[in-house]
T-cell receptor, first 113, second 112 residues
């Protein structure tokens, strides 16, 4: 069964450093998403991406965040200058064209110290 | 009012019990509805989409009441492996056509 994959599974970084979280969506999917979940809180939408551009973003997704599809398989989330409050689980999701169901990757746990 | 509201639980039930979870959503323009399950520190996994006519998948039955803006999930014959957090999820809330909006989840503990 096809699945979304994410690397790394855990990233520890110092405040102010840049991090890149990587995702490989399901191969025939064209819609891609990033969500995050702070420990003990609900899953929150960050951004959606379609046709090589952002289609929607939340208030959380400010100028320190960016997304890119550098090639035909990867989808990345970059945080330019990490803050302590960026510590969370980051989930990538993807969706096919004929459905509204989004499928999530296993997540990257980001710890900012 | 929260966009998606769920009773956080936990619901403690014995194996074999029937348990029901409820969820309400605030925006009547919401377009798609789902139940996901999430195990501790894992990703949300799609359990089922929810349709206006109601739908069933094995031991799981989901219902949608658009007039009351209410979604339910019924689990029959609970198994130990059903222990997880059940997330009520809505698409198309406010201006968010693509984004999913998650409830905080209802925790289920099934005991032997």
């Amino acid at each position: 069964e096809p699945e979304v994959t994410q690397t790394p599974s855990h990233q520890v970084t110092q405040m102010g450093q840049e991090v890149i979280l990587r995702c490989v969506p399901i191969s025939n999917h064209l819609y891609f998403y990033w969500y995050r979940q702070i420990l003990g809180q609900k899953v929150e939408f960050l951004v959606s991406f379609y046709n090589n551009e952002i289609s929607e973003k939340s208030e959380i997704f400010d100028d320190q965040f960016s997304v890119e599809r550098p090639d035909g398989s990867n989808f990345t989330l970059k945080i330019r200058s990490t803050k302590l409050e960026d510590s969370a689980m980051y989930f990538c999701a993807s969706k096919g064209t004929a459905t509204y169901e989004q499928y999530f990757g296993p997540g990257t746990r980001l710890t900012v110290t | 009012r929260k966009e998606v509201e769920q009773d956080p639980g936990p619901f403690n039930v014995p194996e074999g019990a029937t348990v029901a979870f409820n969820c309400t959503y605030s925006n009547s323009a919401s377009q798609s509805f789902f139940w996901y399950r999430q195990d501790c520190r894992k990703e949300p996994k799609l359990l089922m989409s929810v349709y206006s006519s109601g739908n069933e998948d094995g031991r799981f039955t989901a219902q949608l009441n658009r007039a009351s803006q209410y979604i339910s999930l019924l689990i029959r014959d609970s198994k130990l492996s059903d222990s997880a957090t059940y997330l009520c999820v809505v698409r198309g809330v406010n201006t968010g056509f693509q984004k999913l909006v998650f409830g905080t989840g209802t925790r289920l503990l099934v005991s032997p």
